[in-house]
């Protein structure tokens, strides 16, 4: 898993980086704890093929993930308290989205507008902890 680079104030600032295979966020850089995903932060990062998402973070800016055309499957924390705006937009490889809490938590969850645009429908399945559910 690659680490990423160091964090800006709480977010991650990372669209000066190449980020590429599967990435990590950490709970902590440098002492500094990450609780946001910044907006845009690896938007059009088209080498990385899969994410995981600790449970420190909160929040995850708008099109945070946006256009990561390599991405199979991103893991979500049960923290997460919204799916922002095309959060996941143009994602088309996106075949697992694994969610730590469970079916209830994710179908309430609030979920921006078009986060889930171009991901295909019926390949893609939310796995959750007691369930899997699809679009």
Do not use: H
């Amino acid at each position: 898993m690659a680490l990423l680079p160091p964090a800006k104030a709480s977010g991650f600032p990372s669209r000066q980086f190449v980020m590429k295979g599967v990435i990590e966020i950490p709970d902590s850089v440098g002492g500094m704890a990450v609780t946001r995903i910044a907006d845009e932060a690896f938007k059009d990062c088209n080498a990385i093929t899969s994410a995981v998402i600790l449970e420190s973070i909160s929040e995850m800016g708008e099109r945070a993930f946006y256009n990561c055309q390599a991405m199979t499957s991103i893991a979500i924390p049960s923290s997460i308290a919204r799916i922002s705006d095309f959060l996941l937009c143009n994602c088309y490889s996106l075949k697992n989205i694994i969610f730590r809490g469970t079916t209830e938590q994710w179908n309430t969850l609030e979920k921006g507008t078009a986060w889930n645009v171009g991901i295909d429908l019926f390949e893609c399945l939310i796995t959750c902890t007691d369930g899997t559910l699809s679009f």
